[in-house]
């Protein structure tokens, strides 16, 4: 029966073959080169044949030419027979170096012939103690001589749970040391940008207590520490002599990753106030992931990879449904998070196909994955920017009117005044009064009259744009501050205002509101105080004409105290 599903493998390879694999002729100073042109490739699928068998078949040319760009086979329980055939047609030895840039294969094992024409094997791959590769590298570097004038063939096996992905290359010593200097300094960027973020994120953590904060960390150093163990860091630095925990570290990194993730997007997007249904999904998807999580050491690697693998994929759509809803609900820190999301969802498509055999193993699709990772971080990092502004903000917001509140009126009205003193621009204030408001309160009640102060600010923001700054200024009194506007332009939008309130159809409740125009112009006024004075001033003598209109302070500001006005509360 073995001998059956090797056969079935042959023929698989036999009808994949095309073109003959070509010998690659190596140099001195040879750059590194692919290997994958060049390999012959038998799949194993019971996995029980051995080196004898193999050197068998290759002398009866059943290793058949691999035609692609490249060799990767998904999750696959088939080991993969390679060989490959150099020639150096010069005069010197050539010491040269066979790397394999996918650290994560379980059993590699690697065939060469010595001078005696003995073939050596070395066994290594990462369910073997890290000491087992002949040199203690991340990738798996087999160093081979090849005399002057002379051929060799070398042969590795592939086996493992995880995505198979051949990944060989040759390069002489000089030019791997070149190499390995740039990949370990771009490394040290790369997990140094994971470090920067979280020690910056975690002083501000400090400085805000929110627990959001708490959540981007988890998830910044989960995602940083998975990827160490993606790249065979964790195994070379951390625990080389325990294969074991290097594997299922990773599993269980992914899935903190993962938890962390969800609750972080969750909390930056307001998931429960701004898309509740979608939120409910994704804390069951969390909720799914913490005992999947916690199991997932004790279970067969394959399954828990390809199960986290597909959870990946689904949590960064449904997120990305999450953050979309959350942007159009108003939510400013979404639009960090959209884009950052967008860029990893857009890498995870790659790796995933990558990782199941549809997208070819390569430097853009095994790396896509990490560096959109450290990129999304860095956007993540500014949602968070965002939602501590939004905070801020909400702090100056009223949440009857939902325009701004008093105290951030008398923030900005000093700034303002002082900016067009020194610019010599225009500013008008519009101070406004819901008429009869003590009435409509005592007849139709204190939550009709809360649904009156709604109905007025929504008219408010529907009717002023930026850089105009509507506020509540308190109980029925409202202001406008508008920059770099004329008094004329400011009457015409008291004008219109005061029109629409009147227009309103609020359930048989008459609404109108009286409105006091000021404007700075040429210095008519030296301070900010005597601007309020005056438009508050002409609100009073709206009221006292009858209400529903608009009065104008005087172009010349006269500094007198208010003479004392008939009283025209509504008490």
């Given at each position: 029966m073995k001998l059956a599903f090797a056969l079935c493998g042959v023929l698989l390879f036999w009808f994949a073959g095309g073109t003959c694999a070509a010998v690659l002729e190596v140099a001195p100073r040879q750059p590194s080169t692919a290997l994958t042109p060049y390999l012959k490739?038998?799949?194993d699928r019971p996995g029980s044949l051995d080196f004898a068998q193999v050197r068998a078949a290759a002398q009866r040319g059943e290793l058949r030419d691999w035609p692609h760009q490249s060799a990767n086979f998904g999750y696959s329980a088939s080991a993969y027979w390679v060989s490959f055939t150099l020639h150096n047609p010069s005069d010197r030895t050539l010491a040269l170096l066979i790397r394999q840039d996918y650290p994560l294969i379980d059993y590699l094992d690697f065939w060469a012939e010595d001078e005696l024409g003995q073939w050596r094997r070395v066994a290594t791959g990462d369910r073997r103690p890290f000491g087992s590769r002949p040199l203690t590298l991340r990738d798996f570097i087999f160093p081979v001589t090849l005399p002057?004038?002379?051929?060799?063939?070398?042969?590795?096996?592939?086996?493992?749970?995880?995505?198979?992905?051949?990944?060989l290359s040759v390069s002489s010593e000089t030019a791997y040391l070149g190499k390995l200097e740039m990949d370990q300094l771009l490394l040290g960027i790369y997990y140094g940008g994971f470090l920067v973020l979280v020690l910056y994120n975690l002083i501000l953590f400090l400085a805000v207590r929110d627990r959001a904060y708490a959540y981007y960390m988890g998830y910044a150093l989960s995602y940083g520490l998975y990827f160490g163990g993606l790249n065979g860091v964790s195994f070379q630095l951390v625990w080389p002599g325990n294969p074991w925990l290097a594997n299922e570290s990773l599993v269980f990194l992914l899935g903190l990753t993962l938890i962390f993730g969800i609750q972080f997007a969750r909390e930056i997007c307001t998931g429960r106030q701004l898309a509740?249904?979608?939120?409910k999904l994704a804390r069951l998807l969390m909720y799914c992931m913490i005992p999947l999580t916690l199991i997932s050491p004790f279970v067969?690697?394959?399954?828990?990879?390809?199960?986290?693998?597909?959870f990946a994929l689904s949590t960064s759509i449904l997120l990305l449904v999450l953050g979309a809803i959350s942007l159009m609900r108003g939510s400013y820190s979404a639009r960090y998070f959209m884009v950052g999301w967008i860029t990893l969802l857009a890498s995870v498509i790659v790796y995933v196909f990558k990782t199941f055999g549809l997208l070819p193993h390569n430097s853009f699709t095994h790396n896509a994955f990490q560096?959109?990772?450290?990129?999304?971080?860095?956007?993540l990092s500014l949602a968070l920017g965002a939602r501590v502004n939004e905070i801020r903000r909400r702090g100056y917001i009223d949440e009857l009117s939902r325009l701004y509140n008093r105290r951030y009126f008398d923030e900005q009205l000093p700034r303002e005044f002082s900016f067009a003193q020194r610019s010599g621009s225009p500013l008008a204030l519009l101070m406004m009064d819901l008429d009869h408001f003590k009435a409509i309160n005592d007849r139709f009640g204190h939550s009709r009259g809360d649904l009156a102060?709604?109905?007025?600010?929504?008219?408010i923001e529907r009717d002023t744009r930026k850089p105009s700054l509507a506020c509540r200024y308190g109980g029925e009194e409202f202001a406008i501050l508008l920059p770099r506007t004329g008094i004329e332009q400011a009457e015409k939008l008291a004008q219109r205002l005061v029109r629409r309130v009147a227009g309103l159809n609020f359930n048989a409740m008459p609404l109108t509101i009286s409105i006091g125009v000021a404007g700075l112009d040429r210095g008519n006024f030296s301070n900010w105080l005597q601007l309020f004075e005056a438009a508050d001033m002409a609100l009073y003598r709206a009221?006292?004409?009858g209400r529903n209109r608009v009065a104008s302070a005087p172009r010349e500001w006269r500094d007198e105290r208010r003479q004392q006005l008939p009283d025209t509360s509504d008490a």
């Open positions: 490739i038998l799949a002057p004038h002379s051929e060799r063939t070398y042969y590795l096996r592939f086996a493992s749970q995880g995505a198979m992905n051949i990944g509740p249904r979608t939120d067969s690697y394959r399954v828990m990879i390809t199960a986290f693998t597909l560096v959109a990772a450290l990129i999304e971080m860095v956007l102060i709604r109905a007025i600010g929504r008219l009221k006292q004409d």
